[in-house]
């Protein structure tokens, strides 16, 4: 089982709203990543959490705040985004094995900013 | 700055043909390697790794990996009209502690019925 689910699935909110997106993976991997991905552009990694653990922050705005609360689950709060923070958000899972450590997608929230 | 660079096509082939899929990658130290298909609207889905020199079968698809010319390649036999989407090459170096992936920005196939 390779499943890494996303809610919501769709999600519309404007620039003053504070909303979350929740990822949660069964796989008992212990590294859970968020990106972000244009149209037409591949994913970009925005945070990495590693055993539960931040260990990447791709220098994301501070109005995207992520969250792991346990092995199994992650967040992104989102909090003041602007019309051009919308998006694919996408959660990955991987074991956090070394060099063939791969990753597994959820299907990820597309978000629209008004 | 690592890069990992892909045709962006679209490649077009007819129902049945061989598709051919390429990347390349800039750092030396990258280890393992990549597939993701992703359509339209969706999430990418893994559809190959590979970390050795040589060739990887699965199926219809085979993954091919020449590390001294830093090029690893999808060949899809039988493409169907199914198989229409962007292909993402991903690239993971050796350093452990760096987990994330290095994306191409993706090849769209197109295959004709």
């Known amino acids: 089982d390779t499943e890494v689910t996303q809610t919501p699935k769709h999600l519309v909110m404007g620039m003053t709203n504070k909303k979350s997106l929740k990822c949660e993976q069964h796989m008992g991997h212990r590294a859970m990543y968020w990106y972000k991905q244009k149209a037409k552009k591949p994913p970009e990694l925005m945070f990495v959490?590693?055993?539960?653990?931040?260990?990447i922050n791709e220098s994301v705005p501070s109005r995207f705040s992520p969250e792991c609360p346990n092995s199994s689950l992650l967040n992104l709060h989102l909090h003041a985004l602007q019309p051009e923070d919308s998006a694919l958000y996408l959660c990955?899972?991987?074991?956090?094995?070394?060099?063939?450590?791969?990753?597994?997608f959820g299907p990820g929230t597309r978000l629209t900013v008004l | 700055q690592k890069e990992v660079e892909q045709n962006s096509g679209p490649l077009s082939v007819p129902e049945g043909a061989i598709a051919s899929l390429n990347c390349t990658y800039s750092?030396?130290?990258?280890?393992?390697f990549f597939w993701y298909r992703q359509y339209s609207g969706k999430s990418p889905e893994l559809i190959m790794s590979i970390y050795s020199n040589g060739d990887k079968e699965d199926g219809r698809f085979t993954a091919q990996l020449n590390k001294a010319s830093q090029y690893v390649s999808l060949l899809i036999r039988d493409s169907q009209p199914s198989d229409s989407a962007t292909y993402l090459c991903?690239?993971?170096?050796?350093?452990?502690?760096?987990?994330?992936?290095?994306f191409g920005s993706g090849t769209r196939l197109q295959v004709q019925p």
């Open positions: 990955a899972s991987s074991q956090d094995s070394g060099g063939t450590d791969t990753q597994y």
């Open positions: 959490y590693s055993y539960e653990k931040l260990s």
């Open positions: 750092d030396r130290v990258s280890q393992s």
């Open positions: 991903a690239v993971k170096d050796r350093d452990t502690g760096r987990r994330a992936l290095t």
